[in-house]
């Protein structure tokens, strides 16, 4: 299985734009599976982007965000070639995390 | 006066198994001729959407509507079925049990070959559909036959559809009886109202393409197979072509058919053969 996160960063002078993709199934724990047995919650928890270690986004989600998740977002203060860290946990433990050079 | 009727009942019952045996499913008073059909069918898209390009119609909803196609090509950078193209692509070349792969079913080794299919075959005498022809493959090489609706047939097709993506469609009407009551079964399919609602599938996808049904834009029947499977916003997951006949029923409260019904293969038939000439853009995203 391939990481779980796509991103593409794209650096046009000072601002960088980021776009990233989160395989994660992201359950409410409200919704019922066919056999009328509840689904438990399983949700990302925290989402973070670093870059030149500095957190540059941070996002503290809940059950509200939807399944697989897309994320854009633009920061100041990076350049070219740079490289930025992608991370998620969620509430069962699982994480993942990937790397992506700034183009 | 007895023996009369008689008689009169007999030539008469006799004229009606005569005409029964000449035609094995019901018969339109007209010739059937797919040529003129799919001519009208195309000219009359696009001299309703003059400003559409041609090759844009297999972009269903997105033809349409500016708003919404830009929001699309935004995110056709990230596409929504970007993860069931991967797992398609994995499941294709990973071989059976047997040790053989999906490539030994198909010509060409399967790749860039979605433009042909459904095709009509003659040995058995009915349409055989892309999905279907996976699952013969399975079963021929000894592995359980997939759902017709999602997931992994999902995957697969998108890949294979991936692989033709430009191509355009080019299904095939042989010269056999057979064929033109297939192709015609999936024509009055089509057009035939049923349900609660009352609708047929032009009802929406003939006469109202660029209209809102409640929040959604209405696709154009023309190029709709082009672009599957998709993967649905309202699925929140990819899609096959059965799953959107069947939801199609659902939707206007007509009563499905089973996946991969004959009147399934026939309709897919008529909707391909029509779309000859428009490249493939499968897999899809629909909102």
Known sequence: MASSIRVRATSNGDITEVQALIQHPMDTGLVKNPNGELIPAHYIKELKFECNGKDVFVANWGTAVSKDPYVKFSFKGAKKGDELKISWTDNKGGSDTTTAKIA | MKTRSVLLLGSLSAALVAFALTSPRVVAADKVDPVTDAKAFQNFFFQ???DVKHEDFVN??????????RQWQEKEEFPPYEFALEAGKEMF???FKNGKTYADCFPNGGIGIRQNYPYFDEK??????LELALNRCREANGEAPYSYVKDEMASLTAYMAYTSRGKLMDIKIPDDPRALAAYENG???FY???GQMNFSCASCHVQSPGERIRAEILAPALGIVNAMPIYRSEWSGMGTTSRRFVTCNSQTRAVPLEPQADEYRDVEYFLSYVANGLPISGPGARP
């Open chain 2, 60 to 69: 269903g909803p997105y033809s349409m509507n500016e708003d919404l196609k």
């Open chain 2, 124 to 129: 058995e005498g009915k349409v055989v559909t």
């Open chain 2, 48 to 50: 309703k959407f003059p």
């Open chain 2, 192 to 194: 035939t109202r049923r």
């Open chain 2, 187 to 189: 024509k009055r399919y």
């Open chain 2, 93 to 95: 070349s990973t071989p």
